[in-house]
C-alpha cells in the first residue's frame, strides 16, 4: 500500500509520469539498532571495498542527514542521494532511487538513528525510518550492531530487531567492534540461533575517529588522512567480510515497479548560481537535479574565496557552517556588496538555514564574536545553547500575511500558491531576531505550528531546508522567476 501522508495530488507530485517499468538494481540498507553504532564508518569501508573491487557502485542515504552523503561522496567520487519517505512518499522515492541507481552493478543505502525510529504517525507508523525505506523499496537490511562490551546479549538484541518489523527486512548481521578472536562464537550463536548470517566484523580500529560537532559529524575534508583511513577498513574488511554472500544478497533483491517522472524543461536554460564551499555544503543532490531537469544550469562559487558573483539570474544559498568561517564571511566585502546588490536589484533568491544566516546584518557566534553579513535582511542571528529547532516540517503560505501567490506570479517573493505545501527538516542551533512570517511551519505529529520565512522582493529565505520534489512547482516557479528578472544577464 502506498501511504502518502498530507502529499498533494500524486500526478502533481511527480508532474508527468512514465508507463511502469521493472527495474532490477542489485542493494542493500545498512541500518543499526541506535546512533553511534558505526553506519557511515562501516558504509564508507565498504563502498571502498566494492569500489576496489571493480563495482560500479552508487550510495544512498536515508532522511534528511547533509553530512553523511558527503562522505560517501568521498569515497566514490560521485553524489550520494537522499531517499526520504516523508519527503517524496513511497513511489517517488522508489522511483528517485532507480534513477539514481541507474548503471550501477549494485547500490548501498546508509539508513538513519536506529531501525524502526522515524515519525510515527496514525496511519504511517516508523515513517522516515530506515525500516520504512527497506519495506517501500523492498531492500534487503544489514544489521550493524555495536558489540563492545557484549557477549549473548548481542543475539538477544538482534532476535528483538528480527521479531519487531511486521516485514521481514533483515537478512544479515555485520559486528562492529569486536576482538577478532570473538568473532567465530558471535557466528555460531548469531547463525544456530537466529537463522541469519553473521556476514563479516570490523575490530576495534585504533587512529581512525570521526569526530562530531553539534550538526552531527565533522565535514570530511576536516578528517586528516580520511581516505586512507577508509583505504585501511577497506583493506580490514577485504579479510573480515564474507563479500561474496553480501553480493548474494544485493543481487536477490527484488525487482521493482516504477514510474520515472518526465519533467518538461522551461524553453530556454537560465544561469543559477549555487553557493558551495566549506562554509556552504548542504545541498539535498535531488534538489540540484530537479532544478537541471527544468532547465537550471547551475553555476557554483564560492562566498568566501570568490570577490564577486558569476554572471547569474538567480542565487541559492544553501545550509552549511558559516559560523566556523564568520571572520573569512565577513572579511569579503566585495562578495557582501555584490551579494547585496543583486538582492536590492531584486534577483530571485533562494536561502536557506546557513544562506538564510548569511544575508541577515550580523552572525553572533557562542563565545559573542560579532560579524558582518551581506545585510540584505534586518535579522541578527545567534548561536544558542541547545537545538532551537529539529525535525520535519511542513510549510505553506500566511494567508493571514496575504503572502501566496496572486494572479501575477512575479508579483511577490513566495513561490508557494494559496493551500500549497512543500516539505522540509530544521536542524539548528542559532536562532535569529527576525525569522519571517510569510509562512506557516507545522510538524507532522502533535499539531504544533509557527510562523517563519522571510519574503520579500526576490527573497524566500529561513531555516527550514526544503525538498523540492515535495512540491516541484515551488522550484518551476522560482526558475521561471530568474527567467524573468533582468537586473543582472548573461
Not at 504511517?124 to 562490551?149: E, F, N, Q
Not at 556588496?337 to 550580523?362: D, H, N, T, V, W
Not at 493551500?419 to 506557516?440: K, L, M, P, V
Request: with cysteine.
Amino acid at each position: 500500500m502506498d501511504r502518502k501522508y498530507g502529499h498533494q495530488d500524486e500526478e502533481k507530485t511527480l508532474l508527468n509520469l512514465s508507463l511502469p517499468q521493472s527495474i532490477h538494481a542489485p542493494r542493500f540498507l545498512l541500518a543499526a539498532p541506535k546512533s553511534g553504532s558505526g553506519k557511515t564508518f562501516v558504509t564508507c569501508g565498504i563502498l571502498q571495498l566494492l569500489k576496489d573491487k571493480g563495482k560500479e557502485v552508487r550510495a544512498f542515504k536515508c532522511g534528511p542527514d547533509y553530512i553523511d552523503p558527503m562522505f560517501h561522496r568521498t569515497v566514490l567520487g560521485l553524489p550520494s542521494k537522499n531517499l526520504d519517505t516523508f519527503f517524496a512518499g513511497e513511489a517517488l522515492t522508489a522511483s528517485l532511487f532507480a534513477e539514481g541507481a541507474k548503471g550501477a552493478d549494485i547500490s548501498v543505502m546508509e539508513g538513519v538513528m536506529g531501525y524502526f525510529d522515524g515519525v510515527d504517525l496514525p496511519d504511517h507508523p516508523m515513517l522516515a525510518s530506515a525500516y520504512d525505506l527497506a519495506r517501500s523499496t523492498k531492500t534487503p537490511v544489514i544489521l550493524v550492531v555495536d558489540a563492545k562490551g557484549m557477549s549473548r546479549s548481542v543475539v538477544a538484541m538482534i532476535k528483538g530487531f528480527l521479531d519487531y518489523g511486521k516485514e521481514p527486512t533483515i537478512r544479515g548481521v555485520i559486528l562492529n567492534r569486536i576482538a577478532p578472536g570473538m568473532f567465530p562464537l558471535f557466528k555460531e550463536m548469531i547463525e544456530t540461533e537466529l537463522g541469519i548470517p553473521a556476514i563479516g566484523y570490523l575490530p576495534r580500529m585504533e587512529g581512525a575517529l570521526w569526530e562530531s560537532r553539534h550538526l552531527g559529524l565533522v565535514q570530511p575534508e576536516e578528517i586528516r588522512e580520511l581516505q586512507s583511513q577508509v583505504e585501511r577498513i577497506a583493506g580490514t574488511l577485504s579479510e573480515t567480510l564474507d563479500l561474496p554472500l553480501l553480493l548474494k544478497i544485493a543481487e536477490e533483491a527484488e525487482d521493482l515497479s516504477v514510474r520515472m517522472p518526465d519533467i518538461t524543461p522551461l524553453p530556454e536554460a537560465v544561469r543559477i548560481g549555487v553557493a558551495r564551499d566549506a562554509a556552504f555544503s548542504f545541498y539535498y543532490e535531488d534538489n540540484l537535479r530537479l532544478l537541471t531537469k527544468l532547465g537550471a544550469e547551475l553555476i557554483e562559487f564560492s562566498p568566501l574565496t570568490d570577490s564577486v558573483l558569476p554572471k547569474v539570474r538567480g542565487l541559492i544559498l544553501g545550509g552549511g557552517y558559516p559560523e566556523l568561517y564568520g571572520g573569512e564571511l565577513s572579511e569579503n566585502k566585495s562578495m557582501l556588496q555584490s551579494i547585496r546588490a543583486a538582492a536590492a536589484s531584486g534577483m530571485p533568491i533562494l536561502a536557506e538555514c546557513g544562506g538564510f544566516m548569511y544575508l541577515q546584518k550580523e552572525l553572533v557566534t557562542k563565545e559573542g564574536e560579532r560579524f558582518s553579513m551581506v545585510g540584505a535582511l534586518p535579522g541578527e542571528t545567534r548561536m544558542g545553547e541547545r537545538l532551537v529547532r529539529f525535525g520535519y516540517i511542513t510549510l505553506t503560505p500566511n494567508a493571514e500575511n496575504g503572502n501566496g501567490l496572486g494572479e501575477d506570479i512575479f508579483a511577490g517573493a513566495s513561490y508557494l500558491a494559496p493551500g500549497e505545501t512543500i516539505r522540509g527538516h530544521e536542524f539548528h542551533y542559532f536562532d535569529s531576531t527576525d525569522n519571517g512570517a510569510s509562512c506557516i511551519a507545522k510538524k507532522p505529529k502533535g499539531g504544533r505550528q509557527w510562523e517563519c520565512m522571510v519574503s520579500r522582493q526576490g527573497i524566500f529565505a529561513g531555516y527550514p531546508h526544503l525538498y523540492y520534489y515535495s512540491d516541484p512547482d515551488f522550484a518551476k516557479r522560482f526558475l521561471e522567476k530568474c527567467a524573468a528578472y533582468h537586473g543582472r544577464t548573461e
